[in-house]
């Protein structure tokens, strides 16, 4: 991505701020695919995605603490492991190869996860794996930090699969620890490059931020109700595999 940055670019994120909006994500994993795609220098990647995050969770989040979704105690439990790790994770030193080879396998496993089945009922009754929940949040914590991603695309599978919560506890769950990590990442990702390159990154990224700003808003605005949501899992989960599978197997 040299100079102007494209049209069809900002629409993309704008498209991808609006539907993970709807459910609580910022939409890193698909902001970081399309910017593969685009030929972002890697090292301006993490940063620009992560501010994307920021820009986007942080009205979800504000909407579910409205709402009164969130269950702080747990989402504070879960994100006070991930944070540090996430912050280390920014400040982790990559070589473009390592780079790419982590970030296209985290694609992969976040298209994984995205296809797994998501019940909307409450749950009656956690099971005994959602007391491992914390434990298991710091190296997701730490992979999020390190590939420049928030990290809830991971977390909520599992908080479903353990019955942590219900359908919209989780959501809000995922909204803030994105919040949270990526804040801390973003740190990292400063410390690590210095402010010359991340004022690269944001400056370069500027029409993005507000593409995902406008398209964040509309998401929490209208929660994806003209499509099944089911769709919009399987749609990104087919890009962010596509681009997943082509940074593994074409570096």
Known sequence: MVGAVPVLLVLAFALTALLYASVGFGGGSTYAALLVLAGLDYRLLPALVLACNIVVVAGSTLRFARAKALPWRGAMLLTALAAPAALLGGLTPLDRTTFLTLLGASLVLTALTMLAPVSEARAEE???????????????????????????????????LTRWRDARGIAATASFFILVNSCFGLAGQLLKGGPDR??????????????????????????????????????TALLVMIVGVRLLFGL
């Open 126 to 160: 956690p099971t005994r794996l959602a007391r491992a929940m914390p434990v298991i949040a710091a190296p997701l914590g730490y992979l999020a930090g390190l590939v420049g991603i928030g990290g809830g695309i991971f977390l909520a599978p599992l908080l479903h």
């Open 198 to 235: 991340f004022a690269a990154a944001i400056e370069g990224g500027l029409p993005l931020l507000l593409a995902v700003a406008i398209g964040g808003q509309a998401g929490s605005l209208l929660a994806a109700r003209f499509l099944p949501l089911r769709w919009i899992r399987w749609l």
